[in-house]
């Protein structure tokens, strides 16, 4: 059974930080792309950042976060995460995790990021 469980969101202020993590089991994390999608209220969910599988490693950023967000993963850890910087209001969205191999593709629950004095 794949799970992909999201972790690290919460409420932060203007300006400030947060890192999300996506702890995934079940597949065969190396051979995976992986990834963080967001939706906001009344919004489609829309692609933030993907990372690749092989190396060397390459990343992929919505233009809205380049600059103030970045990818990383651990391979040994099962995990990817979603460094996020310079937060804004705008940046208030529920992050889902992803996970694509091919065909086959992946989502977590889902945490939320509420960004608001």
């Known amino acids: 059974q794949v799970q992909l469980v999201e972790s690290g969101g919460g409420l932060v202020q203007p300006g400030g930080s947060l890192r999300l993590s996506c702890s995934a089991s079940?597949?065969?994390?190396?051979?995976?792309?992986m990834g963080w999608y967001r939706q906001a209220p009344g919004k489609q969910r829309e692609m933030v950042a993907l990372?690749?599988?092989?190396?060397?490693?390459?990343?992929n950023l919505a233009k809205s976060v380049k600059g103030r967000f970045t990818i990383s993963r651990d391979n040994a850890k099962n995990t990817v995460y979603l460094r996020m910087n310079s937060l804004t209001p705008e940046d208030t969205a529920v992050y889902y995790c992803?996970?694509?191999?091919?065909?086959?593709?992946?989502w977590g629950e889902g945490t939320l990021v509420t960004v608001s004095s």
């Open positions: 992803y996970a694509e191999s091919g065909v086959q593709k992946y």
């Open positions: 079940g597949i065969t994390f190396s051979s995976y792309v």
């Open positions: 990372i690749s599988s092989g190396t060397p490693r390459f990343d």
